[in-house]
């Protein structure tokens, strides 16, 4: 599986900004999809993950209410709408896939390039 991550880009506090992540093979889509992120000096934390079907999602408590994670398999992409974003929020987002529906890092064995969200206060 092969993931590309697009749409970060620099916003204002309380701006909208959507992800998307865009993934090749011939079953990427039966795969969990999640969206991590890392902000400087910091580790990488879990945001949001979708199960392969749609039927599924969590959130980090940090983002609940303000991001909606969704998938188009027909599109093979899956997407982060993140609204009310806050300085906080700045951070390297990647997308990644994984067999099982999980929100522990080491669980998930494909990764995307990293998309820079800025958000100025």
């Known amino acids: 599986v092969q993931l590309q991550a697009s749409g970060g880009g620099l916003v204002q506090a309380g701006g909208s900004l959507r992800l998307s992540c865009s993934a090749s093979g011939r079953t990427a889509m039966s795969y969990t999809l999640g969206w991590f992120r890392q902000a400087p000096g910091k580790e990488r934390e879990f945001v949001s993950a979708?199960?392969?079907?749609?039927?599924?999602?969590d959130y980090a408590d940090s983002v609940k209410g303000r991001f909606t994670i969704s998938r188009d398999n027909g599109k093979n992409t899956a997407y982060l709408q993140m609204n009310s974003l806050k300085p906080e929020d700045t951070a390297v987002y990647y997308c990644a896939a994984s067999r099982s529906f999980a929100v522990v890092p080491g669980t998930f064995g494909f990764w995307g390039q990293g998309t820079l969200v800025t958000v100025s206060s």
């Open positions: 979708i199960s392969w079907s749609g039927a599924r999602t």
